[in-house]
Structure formats: structure tokens, C-alpha cells
């Protein structure tokens, strides 16, 4: 295809605000010392535009743990990334836990620093009942270190509600905050769509308080494991929330990407280290079947726009190329009884739709003999002419058999010039576990 320069590479992201940043959220898992996975980690988001990881931490004792933040830590400074550490609550209720895990890391090179008063960026992962004393004492107790600290505590009273008297109760703790649970439509039956107003309400009243707000940007929810499993959708939630983040302007403060490595939930998009997987999540989540990496180069696309300032019109592929896609489905059909699963269907499938799904971002020039063609089954279900920037689209039709998208060019005898095939086809039934991850290609 053709190429040309229209947005600089990615290492050389333009930052219009120093606070216009995108990070991924990193669970710390199990590292072998003797790959280089910590480093090929740091050296992907970094050439995604991806600014800092957030190191979501609930053991801080484990020598895989220690090992694996140190190994992440010399791999950011190494390659001039940043990271900071998301507190996970969640798994240890007590902050002080964590304290000398800041103390050791608060100082490094590579942690990140945001602010007027350029702090260690600290953040959670929920509040589990504390209030806000509780962390203007453990914040208080670093003496001469301070932290910018811009916490998830979307499950407290008020937050969603009234958000207005939240930060009345709350300023004094925090620099800012992220809704964690806006990144997703809530968990239903009934299909719906990723929704911004919460994040609106909130933000309005974080930035009355001169506050900062982080927006959450996800794929979808899928969970199998511990005895859990539920589906939340899915479908084109990513592209839609992309719109939804762009179409605030410079009024975002943050984004964070939920997230960069976390199989059991489905949502990761960089390449999965299995040292870290267990055997449960690996039956739904590896790198064979079920690669999300190729999500990555809208991702690219949208930390370009976001960071300067752009809608999703103007979202733009890496440099030198035309066009970046992808598609993703369900391998399975939403009608499958899933008998094979001791644990059946997942709660929330009945907003699962049997869609093909796609998102692709053009440049701006070249495209007036191109057509995005989706086919399923064999079945050509989707011709689409595409635009400059982000292009989305939800196809229902997904039929058993294989799942295929390409790009032609109709004035050149229907010739195809890129294309991308599922690398599982679709069944009506499922085998084993009853699996509403997604397969995941790209546009080549």
C-alpha cells in the first residue's frame, strides 16, 4: 500500500500538556529472570505512546513479586519509561502494607512524576471501606515525601451519586481520582453501550476542587476463574470509548488503559507472559488462540490523538502507514448452551451479540477506491468506504466457520491490498469451557 508521513513516530509524541499522559495498568505477576519479557514489555508500550505503566501490586513479600518489580523497574529506567504503583486493596486491605515498597521505589529514575509539584504518582485499586482520613494519615506518614495521588475509589459512598460532596469530604486526600467502573456498560443481560456521564460528573466536580480526573479506556470483561464468570461487554465498547474520551477535549486529564496484562479478566493487550498464567486462564486467555496484541496500533492512534489534543476524526495510524485494523469475535455463538462448562453460560451474556467487530484508522489520503469488506462463514456480511480517523463498526451476522476482513481496491480490479483472518473459527456450541473472550487479528 501506499505510505506516507502524517503523524511523527510514536517515540517522538507531541505532549501539548504535561498532564495529557496514557498508561496501562500492569499486574505484577511471576517474571522469569532468564527472558527478557520485563524489558520487551517496557519497550512495546513504550513504542505504543503508552507514558507509564501502573503496577497494580497486593504482594509486596513474594520474591516473584519483589523480583518482578525490581526486573520492571531496570527495564523502564534502561529504556526511558516511567511506572508508578496502584495500591490493590482489593487483595490487601491495609495501605500500610505497602509503605516500604514507596519508600524503596518512590525515588527511582523511572518512577513517575506528575503534578506542579512534579510528585511520585501514586494510585489504587478501590478504597475497601477507608475513608478519607484514613489516607490523609497514611499519605502523611512518608514525612518529606509527598505523592500526587490520583486513586480509584469509585466504591465509595457518594462518588458516583453526589459527586459534589464526595470531593467536599474528600479533597483534602487526593490530587484527583478514576472511575474505574465507567470503562464498561454495567453488568446486564440487556445489550447497551459504554457511557461517559458518570466520568462527566465526576470529572466537573474534581476540576471545581482543581483536581485532576483519569478516564478508564477498556476492551471488555471476561472472567473465568476463582469461581467467577461473567461477561461484560465487548462488542465495539473500545472504539466507542475512545470516541467518548476524545470527544472531552483537553478536559481528561489522564487515561489509563485497563489493561496491559491482566488474562484473567480478559482485557489485556500486550503479549501475555504464561510464567504468570495459570492453568485456568490460559484455557481462555494465551497467546495462541487468543492474542489481543493485535488491538495494539489503534491504541497507537488513539494516545496520538489523546495526547494532542485531536477527535477520533483525527486519529491517525503510526507513521508510514495508510491504514491499521483489526477484528475481533466471539468464537463461540451467543445461543450455545455451553453444557460442556461445569459453570455454564456467564452471567451478563445476554447483551453478548453475535457481531462481527472491527475497527480501523485511516489516514487522510488514498482512500476513494478502498472498501473494508467483513466476511463470516464465507458469507460477505459488511462492505464499508472508509474515512480519515476512526472507523468502527458492530456487524451482526457471525456465523459458524471462519471469520475474515480485508481491504480492496475497487478500481483496481477488486484487488486484494490487506487482510486479516480469525485464528479460530466460530462454532455453535462450545467444547470445554464455554469461552466469551475474543479472537483478536489484524489488518496485514
Known sequence: MRKGAFVPAVAALVHLAAARDVFAHYMVQTLWADTNHAVQDVIDAKNMGIAAFALNIGNVTADWATDATSQLFKAAKDNQFKLFFSLDLAQHEDAYYYSDLLKQYAGHDAYYRAG??????????????????????????????????????????????????????????????????????????????????????????????????????????????????????????????????????????????????????????????????????????????????????????????????????????????????????????????????????????????????????????????LRLQIWSGGQLIRKVALQPGLNYGSEPGLATGPQYFEVIDTANNNKILMKGQGSVDVKAESVGYCNYNYVVTGLN
Open 116 to 369: 506542579p509539584n512534579q510528585l511520585p504518582f501514586l494510585s489504587t485499586f478501590s478504597a475497601q471501606g477507608t475513608d478519607a482520613n484514613y489516607w490523609a494519615s497514611f499519605l502523611g506518614s512518608f514525612g518529606q515525601t509527598k505523592f500526587y495521588f490520583v486513586p480509584n475509589f469509585d466504591d465509595t459512598p457518594n462518588y458516583f451519586d453526589n459527586p459534589s460532596t464526595w470531593m467536599n469530604d474528600w479533597g483534602k486526600s487526593v490530587d484527583g481520582v478514576f472511575s474505574w467502573e465507567t470503562a464498561w456498560p454495567r453488568n446486564s443481560n440487556t445489550p447497551s453501550n459504554v457511557s461517559s456521564v458518570q466520568d462527566e460528573n465526576v470529572l466537573k466536580a474534581a476540576h471545581a476542587k482543581k483536581k485532576a480526573y483519569m478516564m478508564p479506556l477498556s476492551t471488555l470483561q471476561y472472567k473465568h476463574w476463582t469461581g467467577q464468570h461473567w461477561y461484560r461487554p465487548g462488542e465495539v465498547n473500545m472504539p466507542q470509548r475512545m470516541t467518548e474520551i476524545l470527544d472531552m477535549g483537553d478536559r481528561a486529564d489522564y487515561v489509563e488503559i485497563i489493561t496491559w496484562n491482566d488474562g484473567g479478566e480478559s482485557h489485556y493487550i500486550g503479549t501475555l507472559r504464561m510464567e504468570g498464567i495459570f492453568d485456568t486462564m490460559y484455557e481462555y486467555a494465551n497467546n495462541g488462540n487468543y492474542s489481543h496484541v493485535a488491538w495494539q496500533p489503534v491504541f497507537t492512534s488513539f494516545i496520538y490523538a489523546f495526547n494532542n489534543g485531536l477527535k477520533a476524526s483525527g486519529m491517525r495510524p503510526p507513521i508510514n502507514k495508510q491504514l491499521v485494523g483489526s477484528m475481533w469475535y466471539r468464537a463461540i455463538k451467543k445461543g450455545a448452551s455451553c453444557q460442556s462448562d461445569p459453570e455454564g453460560r456467564p452471567s451478563g451474556s445476554g447483551a453478548a451479540q453475535d457481531a462481527v467487530n472491527w475497527a480501523v484508522v485511516a489516514a487522510d489520503y488514498g482512500l476513494e477506491n
